[in-house]
């Protein structure tokens, strides 16, 4: 028998006034494996991964996590999951270290020192450790933002655009960082990107979101093939500009 989803959507729909924002999405993610939610503004990732959060309530469906139905009981999973989102700024007076201190207090962090010093060493964030949070570069700020999320060494890790403002070599080895992450804890990543090149080489398997539905669902292999295409770049483009029907299961 397979294991139970570590993450999944059942149905999930979210309506704002006349704006469908999710519709009928429903997908179950293997425990350990890393996916890639696609699609292009105003496709549905954000308001998928917030429901998978308990963050927005969906307006019909559910969103279980380790189990647990988020609109309803995600007390029970919170401290097992964490996210990143460039969008979600910290408080800036604070420095770096004092703001994930913070986090480690919020998350029951037992040696929070040693949690912080391995992080800023895996993340190089020594250099800026004890700035204020308001005065870092972007890059900076993103990559503080992953420590944040790994604080609490989450089973599940959501990250919305985990690798933006990143110079193309940090990218590089941020994505190293994530993937080693992964094999360490088994974590299951669900990342909401832009970047194809990231998702072609980081994840197992592509959601694609078109207008809040799911318009494919593959692995990056088996994407490029049935599209007959040489990177997901193409195949994005395809899907966006509704020239991949024939290539749907
Ligand atoms: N709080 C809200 N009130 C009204 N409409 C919203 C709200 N949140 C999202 N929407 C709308 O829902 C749709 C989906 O938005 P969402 O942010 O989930 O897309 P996205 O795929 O994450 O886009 P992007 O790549 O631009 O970040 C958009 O049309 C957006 O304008």
């Known amino acids: 028998m397979p294991a139970p989803a570590a ?28 996916t890639a939610l696609l699609g292009g503004n ?14 927005i309530t969906p307006t019909a469906g559910r969103a279980h996590v380790l189990g647990a139905d988020m609109a309803r009981e995600r007390y029970r999973v919170l ?31 037992g040696d929070i020192a040693g949690r912080i ?15 204020p949070a308001g005065k870092l570069s972007a890059g900076q700020k993103t990559r503080v933002a992953l ?19 990143l110079d193309p070599d940090t990218a590089d080895w941020v994505r190293s960082h994530i993937e080693r992450y992964r094999d360490r804890r088994a974590a299951t990543i669900l990342l909401a ?21 799911i318009v494919d669902d593959d692995t990056p292999a088996g994407l490029l093939r049935r599209y007959g295409r040489d990177d997901l770049e193409e195949v994005f483009l395809d899907v ?6 024939r290539a749907r299961p």
């Open 117 to 131: 010093a391995a992080l800023a060493e895996g993340l190089a964030l020594g250099e800026f450790l004890d700035r």
């Open 79 to 109: 401290h097992r999951m964490n996210f990143e989102s460039p969008y979600v700024d910290m408080p800036h007076r604070l420095t770096v270290r004092q703001n994930l201190k913070v986090f480690g207090m919020l998350y029951g962090v």
């Open 193 to 213: 990107s832009h970047n194809m090149g990231e998702v072609e080489r980081l994840c197992d398997r592509v959601i694609m979101l078109k207008a809040g539905r």
């Open 240 to 245: 966006a500009r509704g020239h991949g029907e």
């Open 147 to 165: 420590a944040k999320a790994l604080i609490n060494e989450p089973d599940v890790l959501l990250l919305d655009e985990p690798t933006a403002s």
């Open 7 to 34: 993450i999944a959507g059942e149905a999930l729909r979210k309506v704002y006034g006349a704006t469908v924002a999710v519709d009928a999405v429903s997908f179950a993610i293997a425990p350990g494996s890393i």
């Open 42 to 55: 105003g496709a549905g990732k954000s308001t998928t991964i917030g429901m998978l959060m308990g963050l």
